[in-house]
């Protein structure tokens, strides 16, 4: 059980498209999801948390209106990186939380994101 | 402030034990936890401890944590070369809704 799921596992977009990431819990309930960008060789840094139902909250330099993020149901949340540029170029990896256990935190595959 | 820390890297051959080291700064911290992440993957959960125990034993993972110290090690037995791997630590504060911060990673490469 706990398996998080993430669609596409990679992309390659072109410079000023945007780009949606999908985040599934396919056998848990998630009220809380975080999404995470990971740099090469280094560690995960949290862009934001998102709750079922409510606006994401969004960690200190990360652009709200750049990274659009949706917590549509207890087991889908989305982010959108609109008007991509190569910067935004990186592996994305989101969370889930169970909701019986807020403790446990299970991680999707993550999204390879390339931007051209 | 939230602080993890971890060593770079550690190389241990097949069948000997492992240790990965981890400090942290929060000692309101509520949960510990030790990831494992493959090339190109995404983070496996392997154990985590809460703040109130001294030590957890999963089949080959034993985690010790010293909360006086701040510190955090995870024990891998018998080390095999599917353990080849970068290995995070992180901790939860429950005051900022179980957030996790993550320390850099040590990556552990297993020589047969």
């Known amino acids: 059980g706990a398996v998080v799921s993430q669609h596409p596992s990679w992309v390659i977009c072109k410079s000023g498209t945007s780009v949606k990431i999908e985040c599934r819990s396919l056998?848990?309930?998630?009220?809380?999801m975080f999404w995470y960008r990971q740099f090469p060789k280094q560690s995960l840094m949290l862009m934001a948390t998102?709750?079922?139902?409510?606006?994401?909250?969004?960690e200190q330099g990360v652009e709200k209106d750049k990274f659009l993020i949706n917590h549509a149901s207890l087991t889908l949340s989305t982010l959108t990186v609109t008007s991509a540029h190569p910067e935004d170029s990186s592996f994305y990896i989101c969370?889930?939380?169970?909701?019986?256990?807020?403790?446990?935190?299970?991680f999707g595959p993550g999204t390879r994101l390339t931007v051209t | 402030g939230e602080d993890v820390e971890q060593s770079l890297f550690l190389s241990v051959r097949e069948g000997d034990s492992s240790v990965i080291n981890c400090t942290y700064t929060?000692?309101?911290?509520?949960?510990l936890y030790w990831y494992k992440q493959e090339p190109g993957a995404g983070l496996q959960l392997l154990t985590y401890?809460?703040?109130?125990?001294d030590m957890k034993q999963d089949q080959r993972l034993t985690v010790l944590l010293n909360k006086k110290d701040k510190h955090l090690s995870l024990r891998i037995a018998d080390t095999q070369t599917g353990d080849s791997a970068i290995y995070f630590c992180?901790?939860?504060?429950?005051?900022?809704?179980?957030?996790?911060?993550f320390g850099g990673g040590t990556r552990v490469l297993v020589k047969p």
């Open positions: 401890i809460f703040s109130n125990m």
């Open positions: 929060d000692s309101s911290s509520t949960y």
């Open positions: 969370s889930a939380q169970s909701s019986g256990a807020s403790y446990e935190q299970y």
């Open positions: 998102s709750n079922e139902g409510s606006k994401a909250t969004y």
């Open positions: 056998d848990f309930q998630a009220t809380t």
């Open positions: 992180a901790e939860s504060l429950k005051a900022a809704g179980n957030k996790l911060t």
